[in-house]
């Protein structure tokens, strides 16, 4: 994530590195969807009970998330810096509105 926001907001010449990374990202994602099974609600964490409570809601934002990797991963390698930008903004805004309803603040 870091480093497709330095490629991108940065005018960083490696472009051909975003879809790199728009992958690596995705592949990252599976396992952070898959990382809260039942009963994983105990010792130090900053994830919700919600999760676990409102388990539906929990998947659609994974589900849309996983969407907006997808789109962007599409765009990537197209060199329209303009769509990137779009698309990684769409998914930064997926990211966040899981992490607003679902995790908690600090550390
Ligand atoms: C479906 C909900 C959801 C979505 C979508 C989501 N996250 Fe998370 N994320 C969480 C929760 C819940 C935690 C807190 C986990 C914990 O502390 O146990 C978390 C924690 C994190 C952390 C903290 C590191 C860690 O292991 O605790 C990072 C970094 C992170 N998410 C990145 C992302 C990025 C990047 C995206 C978008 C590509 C994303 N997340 C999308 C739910 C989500």
Redesign the pocket.
Known sequence: ?YALKSILMLGHPAKADVNYHAKA?LEA?KH??D??PEGSDTGK????KK?WTDKEG?KD??Q??GKA?MALIKVSESGDNKLIKSKFAG?GK??K???DD??KKGR
């Open positions: 994530m990202m994602f952070h969807g990382a809260f964490t900053h994830a919700k999760i929990f934002k994974g849309a998330a990797i998914v997926s990211c509105s899981c992490h679902y995790r």
